[in-house]
């Protein structure tokens, strides 16, 4: 499955603010959790983009773990990002946005999307004018090496080393330590579309079109009279401030097709996971511990371990 997957900041604030050490932790935790993900075949990462609160990623589900690699990903950046504020607690949404992508045409244009966000969002008049971290400048298949921050989590100071209580029990004797590596390749990998262009032609076509969006970007902001905000002053916006206040109960899709054909399909697939679902957790609640849910399913694996397997779709 290839998934589009959105990811916000608690209550929208700008906990993702493109201060340097946010920049150097949201690359090390998407490297090394992407790596622990690719290495065992279960997913690959085809474009990325990080705002100030949010996030976007686009890659393919081989295994039906999307849910798990951004639930990964969050708990290790918001534990580095907590470490360096002296913070505690949540800095993601607890659900991801994950919406199923169908035919070239639309994973084209989902790539396109991500890229010109901070665009779109009048931040920067151009995207290669938005420094945070983004796979814009990446090409498919050539690793980019990504360090180890030296603060927060792996500062090498640990507070509790010097209690009493953690040399008794030994705890201690591990503090500052850790098991990840110093160094991470961080691998961009090539859509599954448009076999007939190279990776380099594909790539030139994707950046093609992203001048096309700026410069309608820009003339929409020539029409509404809109002055771009600027690197300088995102860059400084403080990390628990809030945007103004947004649209309440919007659609959350779920899916996104070009055709009406595979709308109406990916419905039909969406009614049908719906309602094996439904069977599956009644049989659950009334005590049938190896009854199968459809694949998919994401919370119930998570919390019960329960089985999964394919579901009939009409």
């Not at 009493?164 to 991470?184: D, F, H, I, N, T």
């Not at 380099?200 to 096309?212: F, M, T, Y």
Request: aromatic share 10%; proline share 4%; charged share 30%.
């Amino acid at each position: 499955m290839i998934f589009f997957a959105t990811s916000r900041c608690v209550n929208r604030s700008f906990r993702l603010a493109p201060k340097g050490h946010v920049r150097e932790a949201i690359r090390y935790c998407l490297a090394r959790t992407l790596k622990k993900y690719r290495d065992k075949g279960k997913i690959e990462l085809y474009e990325f983009e990080f705002m100030s609160n949010h996030y976007h990623l686009l890659g393919r589900d081989i295994t039906g773990c999307a849910s798990d690699f951004v639930r990964d990903f969050n708990s290790l950046l918001s534990k580095q990002l907590n470490a360096i504020r002296g913070l505690s607690g949540k800095n993601f949404e607890e659900e991801p946005g994950l919406v199923q992508l169908v035919s070239d045409e639309r994973i084209v244009e989902q790539v396109v999307y991500t890229q010109a966000n901070p665009v779109a969002a009048f931040l920067v008049a151009k995207a290669r004018q938005w420094r945070g971290v983004s796979s814009r400048d990446m090409d498919y298949g050539v690793p980019v090496k990504v360090e180890k921050p030296k603060i927060g989590l792996w500062a090498g100071k640990v507070n509790h080393a010097r209690r009493r209580a953690s040399k008794r029990s030994g705890r201690a004797a591990y503090a500052g330590r850790s098991k990840l590596p110093e160094v991470v390749e961080l691998v961009l990998d090539r859509p599954p579309i448009m076999p007939d262009l190279s990776d380099e032609q594909l790539r030139a076509l994707i950046r093609s079109k992203l001048e096309q969006r700026e410069e309608e970007v820009a003339q929409e902001r020539q029409r509404r009279r809109i002055k771009v905000v600027g690197w300088r002053r995102v860059q400084s916006t403080y990390y628990l401030a809030l945007p103004r206040r947004e649209e309440m109960f919007a659609r959350k899709p779920t899916f996104a097709a070009s055709t009406v054909a595979e709308r109406v399909h990916l419905a039909k697939r969406r009614r049908a996971f719906l309602k094996a679902y439904a069977i599956a957790r009644d049989a659950f609640a009334a005590g049938q511990r190896d009854v199968v849910f459809p694949e998919g399913t994401y919370l119930m694996r998570v919390r019960f371990n329960v089985r999964c397997g394919p579901y009939a779709v009409p």
